[in-house]
DNA sequence: ACTTGCATAATTGTTGACAATTAATGAATT
DNA sequence: AATTCATTAATTGTCAACAATTATGCAAGT
């Protein structure tokens, strides 16, 4: 288990400025990838110990982690690991689809020419990347991830942004991690992704809209399936 | 000023059962009434000694704000209460306008009968208030927050919930008491209220996503040119 | 006059101890 | 045997002191 003590000190990571961040970053990394079981009890001190800080700074950490919803803490009977269900695996995609649905149509408004170009060569390299890879489901993920970031990106819109990278995703990608991979549907995502970044070329707002929630909500019905079927 | 130390104890407030959320409180109410001045520098020890509590539960309830984005922190250099510009109530009102769409799309889906009846009921409430207050604006911001609320309610989707009523909502209360009153569209809000409640009592989903984005981009177009010329 | 550098002060980050609350254990009673 | 109640243990909430970092002000040099 990835349980290095945190002793590195400020120059050694300016993204990382403090001990409450770091282990905010780690903890984080160990919900997602399951290292840190759904349902687990987190008992302050043992995690304090675990990470070699105090309860101060990590008290802060699991406030934050709270916050984007990776664990639920009642007062005075302290925290555990979230457990997704299928309930809020449909609430999130839910809201994906109703934001990255606007963060499409307010890209095809905003999107320099420019911009979209590299939109274009993004996904020509996944092209290529899916060929070589054959399949193999990873680099898929980060593909497809990818695509939608530069789109909410694109959007301009700092509260989707905000809001769909450092919570929704997080909690897709623990979903991913934990429910084993998801099918590899390369090709189809990728001609979706094309459909919807010729929407926004050609700036039919509707259109790019319509298409982005089409595709989320497409994804989520293979998603539900694999739930649905994992629960039996 | 409401600067009462917090001295209660546990059975006081069942509700806010610690030190660090009932400061939470307080401080948002004195941010969103303006109390605590947009921009304002957030010297921990001054606040701790301003609400009688130590720096331990004060730094959680800052990092609370801070997540429902009242307060903006950055490391090492303390925290400002948020200053509000026409960009991020932009970015508000669109987030808004695909969340609470969406919410209106689920509840068109899954309100109970009884559930739509209480809700045409609120609005008759509504008109007999509007005719009563006769635009006394106060009354009529209460009454749009509460028809606004209980679609959300009503979508079952406690993501969107949660980010309707825990964050954006807050953000706006906040404009419309800094930027003085808004103007008093009282019937032109229930005509639309009530436009949407009729989609949803036929389950027209498409058509209640639709009223909701309008009326709420409406109101935004309104509030955009308030603030434009509240900077001039 | 302007910049540079150092010394000082102010503020945040971190820690370990203490208090309050809740959960667990087990004895006594019906 | 089951239930209630008190006792104990475990855990979270709170506090005040200490360390690290950043901002401020002043002096010296160019």
New interface residues.
């Given amino acids: 288990m990835n349980s290095i003590p945190i002793t590195a000190t400020r120059a050694d990571n300016p993204e990382a400025?403090?001990l409450a961040?770091r282990s905010f970053d780690s903890i984080k990394a160990d919900i997602i990838s399951g290292q840190l079981a759904q349902g687990t009890k987190i008992v302050e001190s043992d995690l304090a110990l675990k990470y070699g800080i105090s309860r101060?700074p990590l008290?802060?950490a699991i406030?934050?982690l709270e916050?984007i919803?990776l664990i639920v803490r009642v007062?005075?009977a302290g925290s555990r690991v979230i457990t997704l269900d299928i309930k809020?695996m449909q609430?999130?995609y839910?809201?994906r689809?109703?934001?990255e649905?606007?963060a499409a149509r307010?890209a095809a408004r905003l999107m320099t020419d420019n911009e979209i170009a590299a939109l274009s060569a993004l996904l020509d390299q996944h092209a290529d990347t899916i060929i070589q890879t054959e399949g193999k489901a990873y680099f898929q993920r980060e593909g497809d991830i990818d695509f939608h970031f530069r789109i909410a990106v694109a959007s301009q819109?700092?509260?989707?942004l905000e809001?769909l990278h450092g919570e929704l995703y997080q909690l897709i990608r623990m979903c991913r991690h934990q429910s084993g991979q998801f099918p590899a549907r390369a090709h189809t995502a990728l001609d979706q992704h094309r459909q919807i970044a010729e929407a926004i070329a050609r700036r039919d707002e509707e259109l790019a809209e319509l298409l982005m929630r089409r595709h989320i909500s497409g994804a989520w019905e293979i998603v539900k399936k694999i739930l649905e079927d994992q629960n039996d």
Same sequence: chains 1, 2.
């Fill in positions: 400025p403090t961040r101060g008290r802060e406030h934050r916050q919803k007062p005075h809020m609430d999130i839910s809201a689809e109703a934001l649905g606007m307010l819109n700092h509260w989707i809001n």
